[in-house]
């Protein structure tokens, strides 16, 4: 399987981003998603998860401004991204944990998309 990561760019504080992630390849499900974001000489963080159950986790930081959702047809996570601040610079990763086509669960990453906010 592989994800593939969209809507990144350059927004000014304040504004608002929706970043998107399509797994594709041999998939039967998908258990788990999250977003992460790393800056530079930073390590990398986890920013929201959601799960097959619906269960969702935010980071502290990110509470009240992102929202993370799931299109579970269209193998597809979203993280709705609103109130952005100079702190949230960073490439954005989403990842997943998948139920591959002989039943095993194995995990993947995106390529990250770069998200750059201005004062």
């Known amino acids: 399987a592989q994800l593939v990561e969209s809507g990144g760019g350059l927004v000014q504080a304040g504004g608002s981003l929706r970043l998107s992630c399509a797994a594709s390849g041999s998939i039967f499900s998908i258990r788990a998603w999250g977003w992460y974001r790393q800056a530079p000489g930073k390590q990398r963080q986890l920013v929201a998860q959601i799960t097959s159950g619906g269960s969702i986790d935010y980071a502290d930081f990110v509470k009240a401004r992102f929202t993370i959702s799931r299109d579970n047809g269209e193998n597809t996570v979203y993280l709705q991204m609103n109130s952005l601040k100079p702190e949230d610079t960073a490439v954005y990763y989403c990842?997943?944990?998948?139920?591959?086509?002989?039943?095993?669960?194995?995990?993947?990453w995106g390529q990250g998309t770069q998200v750059t906010v201005s004062s």
């Open positions: 990842n997943a944990w998948v139920v591959v086509a002989d039943s095993n669960i194995e995990n993947y």
